[in-house]
């Protein structure tokens, strides 16, 4: 089973500056297909999990372009480059190249 | 608009069974995949089965042999059967669309209901 480990667990930040949250598959997550199935999603508390980002790096309709994701194989980065109000809450790293696995999350506080 | 709402969820006893349904509106499921993904409560979210209108259904290892999934395409409604439930069941189970035409990823969720098992 493919492992996602989420980095940092938790992370203040300061509304208006940029906040960037780390994620690690136990293995590479390219598909044969060529693709990467990487997704972000977002859990405001009280409310069910929203997509944000899927194949790495492409916004969900609707999400702002504040919202940025990178990276490749096995190691991936979600990038907020303003901090708003409505950021807060739980965001989680999804892989569905194999199978479905979830990150344990990374909680965002505004300090 | 796409809409998913969950019902079912309840107090139940260690070894009693539950039902969940999954209303959908604005596309068809019989020709999505469907998924259940659950939320122990401060927990984070775990998958916890996936359906093809292939009939192919996926578990995962902690409620396998204990839990179906299926659909009823005429009522656009997705099930969970959950039989022989356990304490570490509790959860807020959220229905989820599973999209693979273009990305692979779970697009609309629904607001979830809550499993409580405890005697």
């Known amino acids: 089973d493919i492992v996602m480990t989420q980095t940092p667990l938790s992370s203040p930040v300061t509304l208006g500056q940029p906040a960037s949250i780390s994620c690690r598959s136990s293995?590479?997550?390219?598909?044969?297909?060529?693709?990467?199935?990487l997704s972000w999603l977002h859990q405001r508390p009280g409310q069910p999990p929203r997509l944000l980002m899927y194949?790495?790096?492409i916004r969900f309709s609707g999400v702002p372009d504040r919202f940025s994701g990178s990276g490749a194989g096995t190691d991936f980065t979600l990038k907020i480059s303003r901090v708003e109000a409505e950021d807060v809450g739980v965001y989680y790293c999804?892989?569905?190249?194999?199978?479905?696995?979830f990150g344990q999350g990374t909680k965002l506080e505004i300090k | 608009e796409v809409q998913l709402v969950e019902s079912g969820g309840g107090l139940i006893q260690p070894g009693g069974s539950l039902r969940l349904s999954c209303e959908a509106s604005?596309?068809?499921?019989?020709?999505?995949?469907m998924s259940w993904v659950r939320q122990a409560p401060g927990k984070g979210l775990e998958w916890v089965s996936v359906?093809?209108?292939?009939?192919?259904?996926y578990y995962a290892d902690s409620v396998k042999g204990r839990f179906t999934i299926s659909r009823d395409n005429s009522k656009n409604t997705l099930s969970l059967q959950m039989n022989s439930l356990r304490a570490e069941d509790t959860a807020v189970y959220y229905c989820?669309?599973?999209?693979?035409?273009?990305?692979?990823?779970?697009?609309?969720w629904g607001q979830g209901t809550l499993v409580t098992v405890s005697s």
């Open positions: 999804m892989q569905t190249t194999q199978y479905w696995t």
């Open positions: 989820a669309r599973y999209d693979t035409l273009t990305g692979r990823y779970f697009d609309y």
């Open positions: 194949k790495i790096s």
């Open positions: 293995q590479s997550l390219l598909h044969s297909d060529g693709n990467t199935y």
């Open positions: 359906t093809h209108s292939d009939g192919s259904t």
């Open positions: 604005g596309f068809t499921v019989s020709s999505n995949y």
